[in-house]
């Protein structure tokens, strides 16, 4: 373990950790957005800044994508650290202020009033739902497009998400939920990247519980008999 100190107080990372993920087992609270700690930090919202003197010199940076340091000093409430904050999430209102999160969020770093250009997007970048989709469903269904002001999360080619497998995991995963699932019948749809798939029925219960493309892309993965995947989830247990 690697000790330093986050406002002044000693504290122990691993090795290839991160300051953030130090700085939340402590209890110590820093905004953040688009980290999580199953996924490969990707620094994306920025709203996780600090500020790290290290060898006499004093940097600001994202605490998610910043590694664990030997005697490093990280200060998290620093004028210049909350200054940057509010501008940051600021900046974020101005993109989505629409977003109860953002709101929220805005509210309570103290940003009552928004000085930018306001667009009507809902989507904050952060990449969590692709990166999710990627490094833990192993789907790859959904990836970034464009530059700029015209970047987005799609699936591919911006028609139906044909990877997409239903599980919801993206769902879970967005910070600010604007991915929305919803099951009728025997179908699921995940919304915003209209999908829609079929669902297989318990043999147990008779629920419809996961899509059947799903449970085929399990059974290809999974060393498991065949009729593991024929009982739902609480059935099994
Ligand atoms: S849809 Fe949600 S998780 Fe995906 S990039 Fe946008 S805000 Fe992030
Ligand atoms: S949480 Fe660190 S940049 Fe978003």
Redesign the pocket.
């Known amino acids: 373990m690697i000790p330093f100190s986050i406002d002044g107080q000693p504290v122990e990372g691993r090795e290839g950790g991160n300051i953030l993920e130090v700085a939340l087992d402590a209890g110590i609270e820093i905004p953040h957005?688009?980290y999580n700690e199953s996924v490969r930090p990707y620094g994306a919202c920025r709203l996780c800044l600090v500020e790290v003197v290290r060898r006499g010199r004093s940097r600001m940076t994202t605490s998610c994508t910043y590694p664990v340091l030997e005697g490093m000093e990280v200060f998290t409430r620093t004028e210049k650290v909350i200054r940057a904050r509010r501008m940051i999430i600021e900046l974020i209102l101005a993109m989505c202020p629409g977003d109860k999160v953002i709101q929220e969020m805005a509210k309570e770093m103290g940003v009552h009033e928004v000085r930018f250009k306001k667009e009507d997007k809902?989507?904050?970048?952060?990449?969590?739902?692709?990166r999710v989709c990627d490094e833990i469903v192993g789907a790859s269904a959904?990836q970034f497009a464009f530059r700029g002001d015209r970047r987005e999360?799609i699936p591919p080619f911006l028609g139906e998400a044909m990877n997409c497998i239903a599980c919801g995991a993206?769902v879970i995963?967005?910070?600010?939920?604007?991915?929305k699932m919803k099951e009728e019948g025997d179908e699921r749809t995940i919304i915003?990247w209209k999908r829609t798939l079929k669902m297989k029925q318990c043999q147990v219960c008779g629920n419809y519980f996961a899509p059947w493309f799903q449970l085929e892309k399990f059974k290809e993965r999974a060393k498991l008999p065949k009729e593991f995947f024929d009982v739902c989830y609480t059935c099994r247990t």
Do not use: K, S, Y
């Not at 809902?122 to 692709?130: A, E, K, Q, V, Y």
């Open positions: 957005l688009c809902d989507c904050i970048l952060c990449g969590l739902c692709g959904i999360m993206c995963a967005c910070p600010v939920d604007v991915i915003r």
